[in-house]
């Protein structure tokens, strides 16, 4: 059965950078779109950014647009989001959505795997 396993968190200080990673297993290749979304405490769960894994097209939120970077690496089966200049306000849960529709602001439900996610915790 196909998963995706969500890694790379911790407790950082602001103004550090976090790479954080998303290995599908389980997948035979990786299609349409894969997506980070994240969830603060009390708050609904936020998409952040996607990658078409069948090309190279990316897509962000525009509160995240210049800070965060998603990326992918086919051959490791992976999605990667590079999180720089981390503010306290980028605490919060972060997931891996696996193969779901490349828009802007898709909802987590349209994806069809989800990780457990990382806790990133900004120290300011």
């Known amino acids: 059965q196909a998963r995706v396993a969500e890694s790379g968190g911790g407790s950082v200080q602001a103004g550090e950078s976090l790479r954080l990673s998303c290995v599908g297993h389980?997948?035979?290749?990786?299609?349409?779109?894969w997506a980070w979304f994240r969830q603060a405490p009390g708050q609904e769960r936020a998409w952040l950014a996607s990658?078409?894994?069948?090309?190279?097209?990316?897509y962000y939120d525009s509160s995240v647009k210049g800070r965060f970077t998603i990326s992918q690496d086919k051959s490791k089966n992976t999605v990667y989001l590079d999180i720089n200049t981390l503010r306290s306000e980028d605490t919060a849960m972060y997931y891996c959505?696996?193969?779901?529709?490349?828009?802007?602001?898709?909802?987590?439900?349209?994806?069809?795997?989800w990780g457990q996610g990382t806790q990133v915790t900004v120290n300011s």
């Open positions: 959505a696996a193969v779901g529709p490349c828009a802007r602001h898709p909802t987590w439900l349209e994806f069809d795997g």
């Open positions: 990658i078409y894994t069948e090309g190279s097209t990316t």
């Open positions: 389980g997948y035979t290749r990786m299609t349409e779109c």
